[in-house]
């Protein structure tokens, strides 16, 4: 077990070092294929990891004391047990599918580069599967820092363009300030535990330890670090920006792994969040506002990606709000549904971008219809299970996350049902400029539109299949099913959330938010198959179609005086204070030194002069007795 | 204070040949007073204060100095500062330095009348 | 008499050579003040050995306890004959190159 384990992880490491430092020798068939191959040799070797899990139990592995000092020790080991052999299997799986499609959406790229790209995306897939193995929340650690790196070497992949820098960086950056939480959640939990392992922090008799404002405080900054990561209000201004790495990254990073590392990091420490009232309130609202918030700007956007950027941080939300209610399995069936279907939406993307050679605007488009039949239908596979229609997994997941939602809360269901509304709105609106209707575009784009290659539509037809039966995995009961999902994760929640809402109670629920959807998505696809959106003239459409200014706002607030504020520094300070006490001392040295020098002027008669002063001083120094100065005293008193 | 060799040496060396030097070289270099800039005027005082203060501080060491309480010079007497006993010492426990202070002397004229050949 | 009035008439002579050496510009005159302080020292050093031997007869008649002090003071002399004629033969010399014997125009030391 312990080899296997440590194969899943090394293979992704193997890829990275040899495609990074062969990247000026082999070819690019020979990249395509080891990066994919290794990928997928991982996900075998994930599979038997579950199977293991199933069949024995949770597993922990130890390799080696990481860290080890008398007063702390962290061991590096790793935890195979339902949550992240399940995750696992996503990881690797939609992985291998985007390393596929990646092998024919990038051949534009010279060898070099498309090695670059493989290793980067191959070192991505490593941090990620650190991030989800680690049995303490060090190893984690490390892993959210590489998945943060990785994204920021693929969105800044075109390096070239200066904009594309400033995208990464200010994703890295906003990583940044979620991670300070993290560490500081990481730092009280030493402080008060002196330990990081899960299964010495994630027990009753920790938590007694614990007073009730430290599990307040531990668990709000470890949602201020799952905000960064994960997108939420309000560090979710990156992820918009980052559609300006190649689609196949926005797919795997931006939709399916990176973004719900946050999840995954507050499902594993679910014990510390049920205890903590205040935490679950804040992560409940902060979740509903990003889901409404993103929902709003994604109406009005015009292009492809963005639209589905800002679908995705919608979607987080509704992740977020699912956590906060305590719906843990909901969120982590979510989670694996959305991986699906917001891979399948943003490759289909790609497809589409592929085809009409990199245009991006779907004002643009239409009709494409009868020109790309597959992707055409993929994503409208996609699009339905993102609505939240029956019998597509998207439906599941988001009801049972409403379900608990009206559990707790009347307020947060209502606020869900219209994010659901609008879900359905703009994914369908999205769908209609870009498919149905007449090419919008230029004739010379019309000319090239084809079918994209095998290898890109292999993983969109798996992933449109797994986003049509994925729901299978966790049918509540209400509906006959047995819901095996809440099963396996029943070893890692600690307080099982139960169905407290009658069988009717749910029927009714589940019909309400069928309904609304499915009128959502009429009025979408009537309004749009025909025109487009012109440029909005409501004030309030003008908010919505401007991110609702929040960039803005952020550039003024933040941005502006923290550079005013380094300015002042380097001109003041390190100008004048600084420099000036250094080059001061050097100009204090010269000018005594120039003083002192005209002593010595030549002239016989100075230098007995000083003879003369000097023994006097010698004199008084060295019989230093008083009755010297008292007989001068009694001399010149008398 | 009956040192009576060391007096005779001194009338005959300071008087006699000191003096008369300074007047041949004061004679031979004619020397005009008025011509001469002074030396300024707080040069002249520092020299002056560094002076009387160091007689004023070597005084007061002197004054509280107790071993020197009740010691007297003995004058009129004694038979030390005779030219007999200083003889004998001269030539018999100090008659190493005797030597050299000729050498000295040797050295010191030789000097003399290079430095003046030039 | 308390040696202590010898002492003090040496300390003044002393000192007003040193004030001399300080404040006179003449070469010669610096030279003369130099001598004086040599004189100064002599005497307050037959002082002392007067003292001493005075000290010392009491004990026992036939000492000579004060002879070393007298025997310093005769090879101070010689030493200050030999310095007066070198030191005048320069100052000839320096007379004869420069034409002045103000030590304010001796100061090839500086710098």
Same mark, same amino acid.
């Given at each position: 077990?312990? %080899? ?40 075998? @070797? ?23 000092? *008398?007063?702390?020790? &962290? ?6 047990? *339902?949550? =992240? ?12 599918? %985007? ?10 790229? =010279? *060898? ?87 299964? !010495? ?53 931006? @939709? ?6 946050? &999840? ?13 009232? &205040? ?9 509903? =506002? ?13 292009? %492809? ?33 959305? @991986? ?110 084809? !079918? ?67 009128? @959502? ?13 012109? !440029?909005? =003239? ?21 941005? !502006? ?78 | ?17 000191? $003096?008369?030097?300074? +007047?041949?070289? $004061?004679?031979? $270099? ?30 007061? +060491? ?41 050498? +000295?002397?040797?050295?010191? $004229? ?9 | ?9 040496? #300390? ?9 050496? #300080? ?5 010669? /005159? ?27 007869? /009491? ?6 306890a004060g002879i070393d002090a007298q025997i310093f003071v005769f090879f101070i002399m010689v030493v200050a004959a030999a310095e007066v004629s070198i030191g005048l033969a320069i100052i000839v010399m ?18």
């Amino acid at each position: 077990m312990k %080899i296997l384990v440590a194969f899943i992880i090394l293979w992704p490491l193997a890829g990275f070092l040899f495609n990074g430092l062969g990247r000026n020798y082999w070819s690019k068939k020979v990249i395509a294929y080891k990066a994919t191959g290794y990928i997928v040799a991982s996900f075998i @070797a994930s599979v038997f990891a579950f199977m293991h899990v199933q069949n024995h139990g949770a597993v922990t592995v130890h390799y080696f004391d990481f860290i080890h000092t *008398a007063s702390l020790t &962290i061991p590096f080991d790793f935890k195979i047990d *339902a949550l =992240s052999s399940l995750f696992l299997l996503v990881i690797t799986g939609v992985g291998s599918l %985007i390393h596929l499609y990646s092998t024919a959406y990038m051949q534009e790229e =010279s *060898a070099p580069h498309y090695a670059r790209y493989f290793a980067y995306l191959n070192l991505f897939i490593f941090s990620m599967l650190l991030l989800v193995l680690g049995d303490n929340y060090i190893i984690m650690f490390m892993g959210w820092e590489g998945v943060g790196l990785c994204s920021y070497l693929l969105i800044g992949y075109w390096f070239s363009n200066g904009s594309y820098n400033y995208a990464a960086k200010k994703a890295f950056i906003m990583n940044r300030i979620g991670d300070l939480g993290f560490l500081l959640a990481l730092f009280w939990l030493i402080a008060k535990l002196g330990t990081v392992s899960y299964s !010495e922090v994630l027990t009753a008799e920790s938590l007694a330890k614990l007073s009730s404002a430290d599990i307040t405080a531990i668990t709000l900054f470890l949602f201020v670090g799952a905000m960064g990561k994960s997108a939420q209000i309000p560090l979710f201004t990156w992820l918009p920006d980052a559609m300006a790495g190649p689609t196949p990254v926005s797919a795997l990073i931006h @939709a399916a792994t990176m973004v719900t590392a946050g &999840i995954y990091m507050i499902t594993r420490s679910n014990i510390l969040f049920s205890h903590s009232e &205040i935490t679950q309130n804040i992560v409940a609202i902060i979740g509903i =506002s990003t889901a409404l918030l993103a929902a709003t700007i994604a109406i009005k956007q015009n292009d %492809i990606k963005k639209v589905l950027a800002y679908s995705t941080v919608s979607q987080l939300g509704y992740m977020f709000l699912g956590l906060g209610v305590g719906a843990y399995s909901g969120a982590v069936f979510h989670v694996i549904t959305h @991986a699906f279907f917001k891979a399948l939406l943003f490759l289909g993307a790609g497809s589409v971008i592929h085809a009409m050679h990199h245009e991006q605007d779907i004002r643009k488009m239409g009709g494409l219809k009868s020109k790309l039949p597959i992707t055409h239908i993929t994503f409208l596979i996609g699009c339905i299970a993102i609505a939240g229609v029956p019998p597509f997994s998207g439906f599941f997941s988001k009801d049972e996350i409403l379900a608990a939602a009206f559990e707790k809360n009347k307020i947060y269901w209502v606020l869900g049902l219209v994010g659901a509304a609008m879900t359905a709105f703009y994914m369908f609106r999205l769908y209609a400029t870009t498919f149905l209707g007449k090419f919008r575009g230029s004739h010379e784009q019309e000319a090239h539109l084809h !079918e994209s290659p095998l290898a890109m539509t292999l993983p969109l037809i798996v992933l449109a299949i797994l986003s049509a039966v994925g729901g299978a995995i966790g049918i509540p009961h209400s509906l006959g099913g047995h819901h095996w999902l809440t099963g396996q994760l029943s070893s890692i929640i600690s307080t099982p959330q139960e169905a407290h809402l009658t069988v009717s109670t749910e029927w009714i629920l589940m019909g309400v938010s069928v309904a609304i959807a499915a009128i @959502a998505l009429v009025i979408a696809l009537s309004r749009y198959s025909k025109q487009t959106d012109e !440029e909005p =003239s409501s004030a309030i459409g003008k908010f919505f179609y401007h991110k609702w200014y929040i960039d803005e706002l952020y550039q003024k607030a933040i941005i !502006e005086p923290l550079n005013k504020f380094a300015l002042f520094l380097k001109e003041f300070i390190e100008k004048k204070v600084i420099d000036g006490a250094v080059n001061g001392t050097g100009k204090l040295v010269q000018f005594s030194a120039r003083k002192v020098r005209l002593i010595q002027n030549g002239q016989v008669g100075y230098y007995i002069l000083f003879m003369v002063l000097g023994i006097i001083t010698l004199f008084i120094c060295w019989f230093n007795d008083i009755s010297i100065l008292r007989f001068l005293y009694t001399m010149t008193h008398s | 204070m009956n040192a009576q060799f060391l007096a005779i040496v001194n009338i005959i060396v300071y008087a006699g040949a000191i $003096m008369v030097l300074f +007047l041949f070289v $004061m004679m031979l $270099m004619n020397v005009k007073k008025d011509k001469e800039p002074q030396k300024q005027l707080w040069v002249k005082l520092t020299g002056v204060i560094a002076g009387g203060s160091f007689l004023t501080l070597l005084i007061a +060491l002197v004054k509280q100095n107790t071993s020197f309480q009740g010691r007297d010079v003995l004058l009129k007497d004694g038979s030390i500062g005779l030219i007999h006993p200083l003889g004998q010492a001269l030539f018999t426990d100090f008659v190493v330095p005797f030597e050299i202070s000729s050498v +000295l002397f040797l050295s010191a $004229m030789v000097g003399a009348v290079i430095i003046g050949k030039k | 008499m308390p040696i202590e009035y010898y002492i003090f008439l040496c #300390l003044t002579l002393f000192s007003i050579g040193v004030i001399g050496v #300080l404040t006179r510009r003449n070469a010669i /005159i610096v030279f003369m003040c130099i001598e004086l302080m040599l004189n100064a020292v002599n005497m307050l050093l037959v002082a002392f050995s007067k003292m001493n031997y005075g000290a010392a007869k /009491i004990l026992s008649p036939t000492t000579t306890a004060g002879i070393d002090a007298q025997i310093f003071v005769f090879f101070i002399m010689v030493v200050a004959a030999a310095e007066v004629s070198i030191g005048l033969a320069i100052i000839v010399m320096i007379y004869r190159n420069t034409h002045s014997i103000d030590i304010n125009f001796l100061n090839r030391l500086k710098n």
